[in-house]
């Protein structure tokens, strides 16, 4: 049964009169097959259809909207439930005060109250019967980015999660992962965010990584217990719809990429897509079908998008150029595969410590075993395929040319460092850890900013010169990992610089877009608003948001704030600089 404030919204969007239907194009602009979001694919549609509305599918796209398409998709894209505002208590926090500078502290007591800015919750109790929307509900509360995306993200989240626990907020960070594990429980998979039109693909596996890093902070046995066989679940899905087998002579390989299949516009950027794919191109059918699973793909790595995925890797002056030669699907991404190596050797370790209470001691050895020997093989072909020892790196491997994508330096490479996946020749040469380092500490010296993507300068959003804060806590995690294995404070220093240009990038463009702590720092008298935290930075100074790629810069922003409390708590001793020049930063030297 459909409710009448429903049906009323419905006759209202849909039902008055007749307007162009079409996406707005010029004539060159030939659609060859139906085009629209509402009319011919989509979650809208989808809903609508499923929903069973109206007894004949023929008769809700026979119909008319009153409203242009995407006033009708952004009324349907907050249909349905509402969200409220979680109210939560904010415990002042302890670690504050080792914090010695005061500008430091007071924007870090900001960003803690902040969390409830972006902390959100399904109000059950105003869902009318039959109303549709494209989220995907959940029972627990959650942290969204924050900007365009009100919907919370599968790998955002770790960053949020790491966060929250910064904040104390062990309860919100357990809620978001079990909102998660129920998704897995649900659909097999963790999709790449609570949307129906995220259900055909899902993002980089961490989910066992928040397990992790809650129990680490909450030391909650039962928790990881619960969570355990669910985080099998996953396991299984990326080892059964994303492993690829690669032959080596006569040695045999497996190794993991990201796989959507894919054959229409993603309906979150089907006007972008449609473009791409259509407008001006001369594709076979085929091609275009590789291209929309090569875009949806392109979003799954949650690099969307990078010249690590195209063909074409320097500038190109229309980024929808560079796209149309998108080869995500072909390349096997050194940081799916650290993180898959992960998720085996975690999975082992929590079956042998706690298995034996949740299964038969045969089983629970039976599991152990598995793991670790997907582990080992998994190590193995990274070694093999993923690791160029003359370099000192692990690089992409690209299924069509059979060989690394060599000189192609991203922080990816420095994932399996952080996360342990090294093969031990190397964890234990330190010459050969100085250079692995030293690649990342000669591209720290060209820029005074944080740590960039990939050297290329191509106009999308993961490449030069845009830096990402997720991207700075891995390159952090890692130095401070190998000193960890090295038992000494090698690549401290480097980590030290790298965590006092994150946390100064993103304080100086909060500053200079408004930001101010009473007492300690005053707003500057040219800004209206009140201080932004941007998703991504520049990486040519230390006081410029990022840009470009398919939308423009947000604010918010979840992993942000999550990387920047990380840092300010593992180095408390940092100063907040005035703003007002970059290159204070110096990157020291590692012999
Ligand atoms: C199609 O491509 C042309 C030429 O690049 C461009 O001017 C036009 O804006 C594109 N159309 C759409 C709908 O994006
Ligand atoms: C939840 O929805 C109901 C029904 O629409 C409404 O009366 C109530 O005020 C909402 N609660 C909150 C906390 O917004
Ligand atoms: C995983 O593979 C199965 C079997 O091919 C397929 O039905 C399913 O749609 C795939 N899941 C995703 C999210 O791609
Ligand atoms: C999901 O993938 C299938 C198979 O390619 C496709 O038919 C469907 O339209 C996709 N759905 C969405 C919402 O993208
Ligand atoms: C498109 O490709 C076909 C087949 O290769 C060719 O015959 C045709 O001339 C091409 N059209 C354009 C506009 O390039
Ligand atoms: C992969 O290799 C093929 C063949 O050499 C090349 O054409 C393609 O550009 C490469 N793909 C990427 C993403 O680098
Ligand atoms: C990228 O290359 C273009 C063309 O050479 C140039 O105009 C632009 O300034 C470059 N951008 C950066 C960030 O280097
Ligand atoms: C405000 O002034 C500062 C210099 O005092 C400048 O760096 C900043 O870009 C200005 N902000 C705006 C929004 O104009």
Same mark, same amino acid.
């Given at each position: 049964?459909?409710?009448?404030?429903?049906?009323?919204?419905?006759?209202?969007?849909?039902?008055?009169?007749?307007?162009?239907?079409?996406?707005?194009?010029?004539?060159?602009?030939?659609?060859?097959?139906?085009?629209?979001?509402?009319?011919?694919?989509? !979650?809208?549609?989808k809903t609508v259809q499923l929903a069973k509305l109206f007894p004949d599918s023929k008769t809700f796209v026979d119909m008319p909207t009153k409203k242009p398409v995407d006033q009708v998709l952004e009324a349907f894209n907050s249909l349905g439930k509402t969200l409220i505002?979680? $109210?939560?208590?904010?415990?002042?926090?302890?670690?504050?005060?080792?914090?010695?500078?005061?500008?430091?502290?007071?924007?870090?007591?900001?960003?803690?109250? $902040?969390?409830?800015?972006?902390?959100?919750?399904?109000?059950?109790?105003?869902?009318?019967?039959?109303?549709?929307?494209?989220?995907?509900?959940?029972?627990?509360?959650?942290?969204?980015?924050?900007?365009?995306?009100?919907?919370?993200?599968?790998?955002?989240?770790?960053?949020?999660?790491?966060?929250?626990?910064?904040?104390?907020?062990?309860?919100?960070?357990?809620?978001?992962?079990?909102?998660?594990?129920?998704?897995?429980?649900?659909?097999?998979?963790?999709?790449?965010?609570?949307?129906?039109?995220?259900?055909?693909?899902?993002?980089?596996?961490?989910?066992?990584?928040?397990?992790?890093?809650?129990?680490?902070? +909450?030391?909650?046995?039962?928790?990881?217990?619960?969570?355990?066989?669910?985080?099998?679940?996953?396991?299984?899905?990326?080892?059964?719809?994303?492993?690829?087998?690669?032959?080596?002579?006569?040695?045999?390989?497996?190794?993991?990429?990201?796989?959507?299949?894919?054959?229409? !516009?993603? !309906?979150?950027?089907?006007?972008?897509?449609?473009? +791409?794919?259509?407008?001006?191109?001369?594709?076979?059918?085929?091609?275009?079908?590789?291209?929309?699973?090569?875009?949806? +793909?392109?979003?799954?790595?949650?690099?969307?998008?990078?010249?690590?995925?195209?063909?074409?890797?320097?500038?190109?002056?229309?980024?929808?150029?560079?796209?149309?030669?998108?080869?995500?699907?072909?390349?096997?991404?050194?940081?799916?595969?650290?993180?898959?190596?992960?998720?085996?050797?975690?999975?082992?370790?929590?079956?042998?410590?706690?298995?034996?209470?949740?299964?038969?001691?045969?089983?629970?050895?039976?599991? @152990?075993?598995?793991?670790?020997?997907? $582990?080992?093989?998994?190590?193995?072909?990274?070694?093999?395929?993923?690791?160029?020892?003359?370099?000192?790196?692990?690089?992409?491997?690209?299924?069509?040319?059979?060989?690394?994508?060599?000189?192609?330096?991203?922080?990816?490479?420095?994932?399996?460092?952080?996360?342990?996946?090294?093969?031990?020749?190397?964890?234990?040469?330190?010459? @050969?850890?100085?250079?692995?380092?030293?690649?990342?500490?000669?591209?720290?010296?060209?820029?005074?900013?944080?740590?960039? +993507?990939?050297?290329?300068?191509?106009?999308?959003?993961?490449?030069?010169?845009?830096?990402?804060?997720?991207?700075?806590?891995?390159?952090?995690?890692?130095?401070?990992?190998?000193?960890?294995?090295?038992?000494?404070?090698?690549?401290?220093?480097? $980590?030290?610089?790298?965590?006092?240009?994150?946390?100064?990038?993103?304080?100086?463009?909060?500053?200079?877009?408004?930001?101010?702590?009473?007492?300690?720092?005053?707003?500057?008298?040219?800004?209206?608003?009140?201080?932004?935290?941007?998703?991504?930075?520049?990486?040519?100074?230390?006081?410029?948001?990022?840009?470009?790629?398919?939308?423009?810069?947000?604010?918010?922003?979840?992993? @942000?704030?999550?990387?920047?409390?990380?840092?300010?708590?593992?180095?408390?001793?940092?100063?907040?600089?005035?703003?007002?020049?970059?290159?204070?930063?110096?990157?020291?030297?590692?012999?």
């Amino acid at each position: 049964m459909m409710s009448p404030a429903f049906v009323l919204l419905l006759v209202g969007l849909f039902l008055v009169q007749v307007c162009a239907l079409d996406l707005q194009v010029d004539d060159s602009f030939q659609p060859r097959f139906c085009n629209s979001p509402i009319y011919c694919e989509g !979650p809208l549609l989808k809903t609508v259809q499923l929903a069973k509305l109206f007894p004949d599918s023929k008769t809700f796209v026979d119909m008319p909207t009153k409203k242009p398409v995407d006033q009708v998709l952004e009324a349907f894209n907050s249909l349905g439930k509402t969200l409220i505002k979680q $109210a939560f208590n904010h415990f002042p926090l302890q670690w504050l005060k080792k914090v010695k500078d005061l500008k430091y502290r007071g924007w870090i007591d900001n960003l803690h109250h $902040a969390w409830s800015q972006l902390t959100f919750k399904f109000n059950t109790s105003s869902l009318c019967e039959g109303c549709v929307s494209s989220t995907l509900p959940v029972k627990r509360p959650f942290v969204v980015p924050g900007g365009r995306f009100r919907e919370f993200y599968y790998w955002d989240s770790y960053f949020v999660i790491e966060g929250l626990l910064q904040s104390g907020l062990d309860s919100l960070a357990r809620d978001m992962i079990e909102n998660f594990l129920d998704f897995v429980d649900t659909y097999g998979f963790m999709p790449n965010g609570a949307r129906i039109y995220y259900l055909n693909r899902s993002q980089p596996p961490f989910l066992t990584e928040m397990v992790k890093l809650y129990y680490q902070e +909450t030391k909650n046995v039962d928790f990881l217990k619960k969570a355990l066989p669910v985080l099998e679940k996953e396991y299984s899905f990326w080892l059964k719809n994303t492993t690829v087998t690669i032959h080596q002579g006569d040695k045999k390989y497996k190794l993991n990429h990201y796989n959507v299949e894919n054959h229409s !516009p993603r !309906p979150e950027s089907y006007y972008e897509d449609y473009n +791409t794919v259509y407008n001006g191109t001369n594709f076979t059918t085929k091609q275009q079908l590789d291209l929309f699973s090569d875009l949806a +793909t392109g979003a799954e790595t949650g690099w969307d998008y990078t010249s690590r995925w195209t063909k074409v890797k320097d500038y190109t002056p229309d980024t929808t150029d560079i796209l149309r030669t998108l080869d995500t699907r072909n390349i096997i991404p050194v940081e799916l595969n650290a993180l898959l190596w992960s998720m085996e050797t975690t999975l082992a370790g929590w079956y042998q410590d706690f298995g034996s209470d949740i299964t038969t001691d045969k089983q629970r050895a039976r599991k @152990t075993s598995y793991y670790k020997k997907q $582990a080992k093989k998994r190590l193995e072909a990274m070694d093999s395929l993923l690791w160029n020892q003359d370099q000192a790196s692990f690089f992409d491997y690209n299924l069509t040319s059979h060989a690394r994508n060599d000189d192609d330096y991203s922080p990816a490479s420095l994932y399996p460092f952080w996360l342990g996946a090294i093969p031990d020749r190397v964890r234990h040469s330190t010459e @050969t850890l100085n250079r692995v380092f030293d690649l990342t500490r000669d591209i720290l010296a060209k820029t005074p900013g944080i740590l960039t +993507t990939t050297t290329h300068n191509s106009t999308m959003q993961w490449d030069f010169p845009n830096g990402w804060p997720p991207l700075q806590y891995v390159a952090i995690k890692a130095m401070l990992q190998v000193d960890q294995w090295l038992e000494n404070e090698r690549y401290a220093p480097l $980590a030290k610089v790298l965590a006092e240009r994150a946390a100064a990038s993103a304080f100086c463009s909060w500053y200079l877009t408004g930001g101010s702590i009473p007492g300690e720092l005053q707003k500057l008298s040219n800004t209206t608003d009140n201080g932004h935290m941007f998703e991504k930075f520049d990486v040519r100074s230390l006081t410029a948001s990022g840009f470009g790629g398919e939308y423009t810069v947000q604010v918010g922003f979840g992993w @942000t704030n999550g990387v920047t409390m990380w840092i300010l708590n593992k180095f408390s001793d940092l100063v907040a600089p005035d703003c007002t020049s970059s290159n204070i930063y110096q990157v020291p030297n590692l012999n």
